[in-house]
């Protein structure tokens, strides 16, 4: 696992396992969001495949898959409501983390500094500095 902290109660990551979710729990997180479309992934990772592995856990999820093209103000505002708006402590996963990092970071325009959302993408290894114009504003 790489799970990369973007806030007390906001993490990304690659692609997570479904033997991952024992140690998920014990490092504190509450709630999952899978960022991944089914398409990207063999039956074996499939949203219906990690949500089944995260209750048994003890885990809550969610899905909202997204793809570059998907990350319209409607869907940022609908995956900042099933993950950063909870009280939980998150999980956002995708490919790479990247798509999980910059919907947060989307989300958070508007209500954070371009620079603190910047610096906490970059915390998590994740360099969104090209977009700092678009987080100055609302993304609506």
Known sequence: MDIRQLTPRYYVSPQIEPGDMSALKAAGIT???CNRPNAEVPPSHSAATMQA????????????PLTHQTMVPD???TNRALGADTDHV???YCASG??????????QAGQMTPDAII???RSG???IE???????????
């Open 31 to 33: 709630h999952i969001l």
């Open 53 to 64: 592995a995260a209750k048994a856990a003890g885990i809550s999820f969610a899905v909202q």
């Open 75 to 77: 869907v940022i505002a």
């Open 90 to 92: 998150v999980l956002a």
């Open 98 to 107: 990247t798509r999980s990092t910059i919907a947060w970071a989307l989300g």
């Open 119 to 121: 610096a906490a993408a």
């Open 125 to 127: 290894g994740y360099d």
């Open 130 to 140: 090209n977009m700092r114009q678009v987080l100055a504003q609302p993304f609506s």
